[in-house]
């Protein structure tokens, strides 16, 4: 099984609908991030978690909220999917007892907004 | 800010030649430095990682690294390139004491043709 599980692992929906991402480990990590990634512009931070009752926007917070319900788990939701959110998102954690900043990955969930 | 910068889009190499994969970055304060592969429909796996030390680093796959703090730059290479090498490669950047986050290029696509 995998050490970072992500659900769905495709999805597409309509523009305004809700829409949540889930993403679980099993790696016993405080910190969890979500990222996307579009095509040429690398992956993109999107909110990060360091431990259940820390929350930190990233780098492109707008049109997105997550919430961490324990430390296995931390979820992204969109409130109202529009087109340009169409993206591979992927869902990561760190162990901050290494101070190295090293990433691990889930699989990605690839979200279509129409 | 920290940013990375990857200059191709894409890197053609036939099977059995040497590859490189170019990476430049610009920080305030040491770097420590991460390669990333991803493969089709999967999360990005670690590859190798630069924090201190050798300049040359070893990683997974038969891959390495050469960081030049001079040049601010830290490519990848291998000495002898598979089919199976093709995918999508990330460079990323982190400043120790600056939040832990990772920053990534926009990716390199490596072609190794038979």
């Known amino acids: 099984d995998a050490d970072v599980t992500q659900t769905p692992r495709n999805r597409i929906t309509k523009t305004g609908k809700r829409i949540m991402l889930e993403c679980s480990q099993t790696?016993?990590?405080?910190?969890m991030y979500w990222y996307r990634q579009d095509p040429g512009l690398g992956l993109r931070l999107i909110y990060y978690?360091?431990?259940?009752?820390?929350?930190n926007k990233g780098e492109i917070s707008d049109g997105y909220s997550v919430s961490r319900q324990a430390q296995a788990k931390f979820s992204l939701s969109l409130e109202s999917a529009i087109p340009n959110q169409t993206a591979l998102y992927f869902c990561?954690?760190?162990?901050?007892?290494?101070?190295?900043?090293?990433?691990?990955f889930g699989e990605g969930s690839r979200l279509t907004v129409l | 800010a920290q940013s990375v910068a990857q200059p191709e889009d894409q890197v053609n190499v036939a099977e059995g030649n040497p590859l490189t994969v170019k990476c430049t970055y610009s920080?305030?304060?040491?770097?420590?430095l991460f390669w990333y592969v991803q493969y089709p429909n999967r999360g990005l796996q670690f590859l190798l990682k630069?924090?201190?030390?050798?300049?040359l680093v070893k990683g997974s796959y038969g891959f390495e690294a050469e960081f030049n703090k001079s040049q601010t730059s830290f490519h990848l290479k291998k000495p002898s390139a598979l089919v199976s090498d093709s995918a999508l490669y990330f460079c990323?950047?982190?400043?120790?004491?600056?939040?832990?986050?990772?920053?990534f290029g926009g990716g390199t696509r490596l072609m190794v043709k038979p």
């Open positions: 990561a954690t760190s162990d901050p007892g290494t101070n190295t900043g090293e990433l691990f």
């Open positions: 790696k016993g990590h405080d910190r």
């Open positions: 978690s360091f431990d259940v009752k820390d929350i």
């Open positions: 920080v305030s304060g040491n770097p420590y």
């Open positions: 630069y924090i201190t030390g050798d300049n």
């Open positions: 990323a950047v982190r400043v120790p004491n600056a939040g832990n986050m990772l920053t």
